[in-house]
């Protein structure tokens, strides 16, 4: 058994709408082994080991389901088996996951298994410890080799992985604050490995790091930390604080404390968590190790005044008073007849205790700490404590140390509740926790006295949301309310963009329209992110990562996203929801790759966008892949758009009330026409969209037609859609690689970067219906990792409509070897009846266009498909006709294969035989292909 294969989805896939990890894994041998002729024993061992399955439903759907499917006569297989444990170790580990999904390959004994994750790594580790359970568990003679250790013990594996899952999932506190940003429908994402978080999106965000927010101000939790001057502030104020005094030495804290009182309290300067105090120390011994106790975690020590009463946490947030909790220490209370350890034993089966946060309670740990308090009150691990004698086993009440909480916010006396609200108004906090010493909170601290010992500005939520006693307190909610009062927007508007051609140009079209709105748009896009216009960074930039850099930007107040193929398949979108979702397109590109063989499978794909759109899902009537997946949306609205002004389907849909998008001939000529609701739009006349080159770049009126539609769909104003559509044009600047005119050449030159029949088939019909007095020539290639037929598709597109045809091939051979995609389609041209003559194959992208450049003449057109546009760019704008200086980018020195090329190009070019030209470029020529 064995992983081939991992994915981890960040976002909405194939598998599922929310993050998601699949395996493709190999079963081998054991195959032929399902778990009922595994027996029993194995099935007994993983129950044992993880009791919890035995409340797995698996397709029953009733707890026992997995066992009852594991043990019946045929049993299940252990690629099932290994969804169900990975999803269970989770639960172990204190994460609510649920969703698993095993299916079998076309391959034999192979299995892809999705399982639902909450952190990635510890999603992956949890398939990792699964293997080894499962493995673990098999008979000596069907383990597979090398994945168990020889001395691995599953009950230490399965706490390495709780505390590894605890160091990477949100604390108690943070999580409590995005459960509570979840209940408002605020969008949040995790902007390191530790506790910073982004709560809502763009310009909206705001940002958390545990109960610390964006808000909060930094010379208030410098105040909060330094309780010296805190002290000083408080008392000032009139506030009950302890005598205090700061020491560096340990001689200054017993002079202190001797000046002070005892009994006392150390504590570090700047400590938290109750790291580092210790609490009525009675002599100077005592306040000597606990002078040394502090100084691990502060150069400076406070001694200060111990005050009696049980030790309350005030929580404070935006000016009330939410909640209040006594905090006791951990402690066992004895019985007469067990030891201290037998207790702390006992304590500890609680199934509220867990590692560190991984519960409501922790478990109690018998260290040094304990043992000084232990000696203290005269015990040992060892010692019988008498029935009801209390012995704590630490000096402070946290919970992360053991302690319990109880609610007492029903109880506590207007003067205290009062109180904790000055003070944390005093330090300056928007969130903040006041620790409280009295011997009754019901009882003001007038009358009985009490003190405040610590302010803080980082309150731990976990005593509050999930106390040991008493009601649990939603305080997480009103820092949501604060960030965010109701009504305020959280979200910017998101619209993300599919298809196989013409994504790019209808994603810039559309950040153009909603900047010419005032917006500020981010835009992700093939070959970069751009904020407002600018690029910020560069790459093909269409999965989900960049989709959260721009989420990110706290400059943005709306998103378009280009959502192609790869990132979908690599690792989902990057969103959960999209207003508006847009599929202009599925037509045969990247099939036979990543398992997308057929156009219904990338149809499939590509519907993602669909199915996560709230508003409104945009769709291409005219294509039948396209028009049926409105039957797998759930946005309130389906905007369809269509050429076909005579389309049945979208003339019933407008009948209806329906929105669409069509193109209506006039005496003028072809007028894009939005409808909705039974009103008839006229939006724009074709020829006054730059971009479509007078209306004649059909390819491109459809791209405009999906830009106006998502735009209306996300509320952009018809006006605004005009006023973008009408100065958005195709220089290589706003829309590089995307039908890029050049015309300062005695000929004119169409350059794109379309690598598909489809993207093919349109340029070339646009160079036809282009006006060009002399030839057509064209440069032609295909990207290496196609299928031979998507190669020799691409050929077929442009055969019959060119004077002379180029082959090439690009920079990155994927696979292939350096001419075989330009004989490929050499071939394939000759297939469709071009005459060899006009065939020439130069495998070098430089050189190619570097020919097709010298072959044009006044009134000719060429049409450049290009893979590196930058370069491939320069080099058009840069080229000087009839042998003037203007040098490529790099000098070259190959043979350029010209079968046969007439006597009136080999004049153009300046050769005759083999030529060297004054650019050290050599030609030679070939009869045969």
């Known amino acids: 058994m064995r992983i081939l294969d991992r994915a981890v989805y960040v976002g909405p896939s194939l598998y599922a709408h929310f993050p998601v990890i699949r395996l493709e894994l190999d079963l081998g041998e054991l195959e032929q082994w399902p778990t009922s002729k595994l027996g029993p024993a194995f099935v007994d061992g993983l129950v044992a080991a993880l009791p919890g399955l035995a409340e797995h439903g698996c397709s029953y759907r009733t707890p026992g389901g997995l066992i009852r499917r594991m043990t019946e006569d045929e049993g299940t297989w252990l690629g099932h088996v290994l969804e169900h444990v990975a999803i269970e170790v989770q639960n172990v580990a204190g994460e609510d996951v649920s969703f698993g999904k095993t299916r079998s390959t076309d391959k034999p004994g192979v299995y892809s298994v999705v399982y639902e994750y909450a952190q990635k790594e510890e999603g992956i580790e949890a398939g990792e410890l699964s293997m080894r359970l499962l493995c673990s568990l098999l008979p000596e003679s069907l383990r597979p080799a090398g994945i168990v250790p020889e001395d691995w013990d599953w009950i230490t594996a399965r706490d390495e992985f709780i505390r590894f899952a605890q160091r990477r999932a949100l604390g108690p ?15 949040w994402f995790r902007l390191n490995d530790q506790s910073l978080v982004q709560l809502g999106q ?8 545990a109960t610390i927010t964006g808000r909060t101000s930094h010379i208030a939790v410098e105040l909060a930390s330094d309780k010296e001057e805190t002290n000083k502030i408080l008392g000032a104020l009139g506030l009950p604080v302890p005598r205090q005094e700061l020491v560096q030495s340990e001689s200054q804290a017993l002079r202190a404390a001797r000046r002070i009182g005892y009994p006392v309290v150390t504590k570090p300067y700047n400590g938290n968590h109750g790291r580092g105090i210790s609490i009525r120390l009675l002599n100077e011994e005592e306040v000597a190790a606990g002078f040394r106790k502090a100084q691990e975690i502060s150069r400076s020590v406070i001694v200060e005044t111990y005050l009696e009463g049980d030790d309350h946490r005030l929580l404070v947030v935006n000016g009330e008073l939410v909640a209040a909790t006594r905090r006791t220490p951990g402690h066992v209370v004895g019985d007469g007849s067990r030891s201290i350890a037998e207790l702390v034993e006992i304590v500890n089966q609680d199934p509220r205790r867990g590692v560190g946060h991984e519960k409501v309670l922790t478990r109690l740990q018998l260290d040094a700490q304990a043992e000084m308090m232990m000696t203290r009150a005269g015990h040992s691990a060892e010692s019988v404590p008498a029935a009801g004698e209390v012995v704590y086993l630490r000096s402070t009440a946290n919970l992360s140390t053991g302690g319990t909480a109880t609610d007492v916010t029903d109880i506590i006396h207007p003067d205290n509740r009062e109180m904790a609200v000055r003070a944390i108004r005093a330090i300056g906090l928007d969130v903040g926790g006041v620790d409280f010493l009295s011997t009754n909170i019901a009882e003001s601290y007038r009358k009985i006295g009490g003190g405040i010992c610590e302010v803080n500005a980082a309150p731990g939520f976990r005593m509050h949301v999930a106390p040991s006693e008493g009601t649990p307190r939603d305080v997480a ?10 009504g305020a927007p959280t979200r910017v508007p998101i619209a993300a963009i599919t298809g196989t051609n013409g994504k790019t140009t209808t994603a810039r079209m559309l950040a153009h329209i ?9 835009l992700t896009t093939t070959d970069g992110v751009y904020i407002d216009g600018q690029r910020t960074v560069e790459g093909d930039m269409t999965g989900p990562v960049s989709a959260r850099m721009v989420l990110s930007d706290p400059q943005i107040d709306l998103a378009v996203l280009e959502t192609a193929r790869g990132g979908l398949l690599r690792a989902g979108m990057g969103v959960r929801n999209v207003n508006v979702g847009a599929v202009l397109n599925v037509q045969s590109d990247h099939l036979g790759l990543k398992g997308i063989d057929t156009l219904e499978q990338l149809a499939e794909l590509k519907r993602i966008v669909i199915e996560v759109a709230e508003d409104c899902a945009v769709l291409n009537a005219d294509d039948p892949q396209v028009l049926r997946m409105s039957g797998y949306t759930d946005a309130r609205v389906i905007c369809y758009v269509t050429l076909n002004p005579s389309h049945g389907l979208v003339r019933e849909h407008i009948r209806a009330g329906g929105r669409a998008c069509a193109l209506e001939a006039g005496v003028n000529g072809h007028m894009i026409t939005l409808y909705d609701k039974g009103s008839h739009i006229p939006l724009l006349w074709t020829h006054l969209i730059p971009a479509t080159l007078e209306g004649r770049a059909l390819h491109n009126v459809q791209n405009a037609m999906f830009a106006a539609a998502i735009a209306y769909s996300l509320g952009v104003k018809l006006d605004a859609i005009r006023q ?12 590089p690689g995307r039908m890029n005119v050049f015309n300062e050449h005695p000929f004119k030159v169409l350059f794109d970067y379309g690598h598909n029949a489809h993207a093919v088939n349109a340029m070339a019909d646009l160079a036809q219906r282009l006006d060009a007095s002399g030839r057509r020539i064209v440069v032609l290639a295909g990207p290496g990792d196609r299928r031979d037929e998507d190669l020799v598709a691409i050929a077929d597109a442009v055969a019959g409509r060119f004077d002379h045809y180029i082959c090439r091939r690009d920079d990155g051979l994927r696979g292939r070897d350096g001419d075989e995609v330009p004989k490929i389609q050499s071939r394939a041209l000759m297939a469709k009846g071009v005459d060899k003559d006009a065939i020439s194959i130069i495998p070098d992208e430089q050189e190619a266009i570097d020919a097709a450049l010298r072959m044009g003449r006044p009134g000719d057109l060429l049409l450049i498909f290009a893979d590196a546009l930058v370069r491939s760019w320069k080099q058009v704008i840069k080229f000087r006709p009839e042998g ?7 000098p070259v020195s190959a043979d350029v294969v010209l079968p046969t090329a007439s006597a009136e190009d080999l004049s153009l070019l300046n050769m005759e035989g083999m030529v060297r030209d004054e650019r050290g470029i050599h030609f030679s020529r070939e009869s045969e292909d």
Do not use: C, H, N, W
């Open 724 to 735: 973008g559509l009408r100065t958005f044009d195709t220089t290589f600047f706003q829309a």
């Open 202 to 209: 763009g310009k909206f965000q705001q940002r958390i790091q």
């Open 477 to 486: 909610a009103p820092v949501i309310d604060m960030l965010f009062p109701q």
């Open 884 to 890: 003037s200086v203007a040098p490529i980018s790099r």
């Open 173 to 187: 506190s943070t999580a409590s604050l995005v459960r509570a940003a979840e209940a408002r429908g605020i969008p």
């Open 514 to 522: 909603t900047k010419m709105a005032g917006y500020t748009p981010g």
